[in-house]
T-cell receptor, first 114, second 111 residues
Framework: DSGVTQTPKHLITATGQRVTLRCSPRSGDLSVYWYQQSLDQGLQFLIQYYNGEERAKGNILERFSAQQFPDLHSELNLSSLELGDSALYFC?????????????FGPGTRLTVL | TQLLEQSPQFLSIQEGENLTVYCNSSSVFSSLQWYRQEPGEGPVLLVTVVTGGEVKKLKRLTFQFGDARKDSSLHITAAQPGDTGLYLCAGDGNRDDKIIFGKGTRLHILP
């Protein structure tokens, strides 16, 4: 158990819909990272927040957005969903804002878009 | 664009055998990390290497960072079924604070 929690574990929805994925970092960790993992693309970095502010942006689509709240939990919003958005979405946390510090990954949310 | 290529993509060997998997790039990385991911779980960090030529050992696992900091290898001695999983290498981008993952080597150890 990494100490990072993600909800829901599974999510099935239809194209065009909007979903919200939630992540609670390890106690004391200020950084939250979001990743998308698919079989063909591997693990892709989407976005990082540090202490409530956006720190780094990766391959995140404009249809996707995220935020980190004062209690440090984070949400990833995916809208106008397409079939290709089906993937595992991981949240990770670390104590600092530096990406090469150890990141602790949550169990992931499996999103299926039908 | 910085890329990390991992090889082989898949590897299935018998328990007790040795193996080496590779992580290569044309770019220089300040540091490289190796993660293992088991089915249904998130990746778990195994090691971070930061110095060119560095060798780190974790029980039966030996990690090496290339002298030029462009590549890394993971050697497993006497593989066991518990070593089965997806092995990912990740490097921190020099130009920005983003981490880049390879697509991984899926390892299966047969009992």
């Amino acid at each position: 158990d990494s100490g990072v929690t993600q909800t829901p574990k599974h999510l099935i929805t239809a194209t065009g819909q909007r979903v919200t994925l939630r992540c609670s970092p390890r106690s004391g960790d200020l950084s939250v990272y979001w990743y998308q993992q698919s079989l063909d693309q591997g693990l892709q970095f989407l976005i990082q927040y540090y202490n409530g502010e956006e720190r780094a942006k990766g391959n995140i689509l404009e249809r996707f957005s995220a935020q980190q709240f004062p209690d440090l939990h984070s949400e990833l919003n995916l809208s106008s969903l397409e079939l290709g958005d089906s993937a595992l979405y991981f949240c990770a946390s670390s104590s600092s804002g530096l990406s090469y510090n150890e990141q602790f990954f949550g169990p992931g949310t499996r999103l299926t878009v039908l | 664009t910085q890329l990390l290529e991992q090889s082989p993509q898949f590897l299935s060997i018998q328990e007790g055998e040795n193996l080496t998997v590779y992580c290569n790039s044309s770019s220089v990385f300040s540091s490289l990390q190796w993660y293992r991911q088991e089915p249904g779980e998130g990746p778990v960090l195994l090691v971070t290497v930061v110095t060119g030529g560095e060798v780190k050992k974790l029980k039966r696992l030996t990690f090496q960072f290339g002298d030029a900091r462009k590549d890394s290898s993971l050697h497993i001695t006497a593989a066991q079924p518990g070593d089965t999983g997806l092995y990912l290498c990740a490097g921190d981008g020099n130009r920005d604070d983003k981490i880049i993952f390879g697509k991984g080597t899926r390892l299966h150890i047969l009992p």
